[in-house]
């Protein structure tokens, strides 16, 4: 596509439910990133997908966080048993390579209540 | 540890003056690339300009530019004739191209253009 599409764009889940957030990235990017950005704060870290090789997931807070690429391209990011503490915008980004511009999606709102 | 340090959180300026946001940055790479990003309220962010460590030249891009001081790891973006859709947080970001090859962040600047 045009661009990185992310869905949904907001979420709203009950403290304990699983959610799945989906990015689908530049065809023919083959680094995909997820980021969170919770409320007054930059992007935090949490993995990286680069072609065919094992995903960096050292960002990710928790075991209950978890994601995958499949086909090299569209990627979900699942959160099991969500807290309070998971709400935030979850964004995803694309790009050709390492050093190479990034274009981010408009991201996943997550309330959880 | 690679850091990136924004240490405005809050700034305002007047529609078509001029205004500099900081940014400071630690690493111990010789090659690193250097970005500004915006985010409006769509929350996309979007590239605004970047610089490649090994430049020596300062990145310019229509009303945006840098001053890039490696020896003192600082980085500051200028935005000159500032317009009202200048309007969002603005973050400050390094790569490196380590293992992970991904972006670090500084906590973001948020910049108001008044009328």
């Known amino acids: 596509g045009a661009g990185v599409s992310q869905s949904p764009s907001n979420k709203v889940t009950e403290k304990g439910k699983d959610v799945e957030l989906r990015c689908d990235p530049i065809s023919g990017h083959t680094a995909l990133y997820w980021y969170r950005q919770s409320l007054g704060q930059g992007l935090e870290f949490l993995i990286y997908?680069?072609?065919?090789?094992?995903?960096?997931k050292s960002g990710l807070p928790s075991d209950r966080f978890s994601a995958e690429r499949t086909g090299g391209s569209v990627s979900t990011l699942t959160i099991q048993r969500t807290q309070q503490e998971d709400s935030a915008v979850y964004l995803c980004a694309s790009s050709l390579g390492q050093l190479i511009q990034y274009t981010f999606g408009s991201g996943t709102r997550l309330t959880v209540v | 540890a690679q850091t990136v340090t924004q240490s405005q959180p809050e700034m305002s300026v007047q529609e078509a003056e001029t205004v500099t946001l900081s940014c400071t940055y630690d690493t111990s790479e010789n090659n690193y690339y250097l970005f500004w990003y915006k985010q409006p309220p769509s929350r996309q962010m979007i590239l605004v300009i970047r610089q490649e460590a090994y430049k020596q030249q300062n990145a310019t891009e229509n009303r945006f530019s840098v001053n890039f001081q490696k020896a003192a790891k600082s980085f500051s973006l200028k935005i000159s004739d500032s317009q009202l859709g200048d309007t969002a947080m603005y973050f400050c970001a390094m790569n490196y191209g380590g293992s992970q090859g991904n972006l670090i962040f500084g906590k973001g600047t948020k910049l108001s253009v008044k009328p």
């Open positions: 997908f680069q072609g065919n090789s094992a995903p960096d």
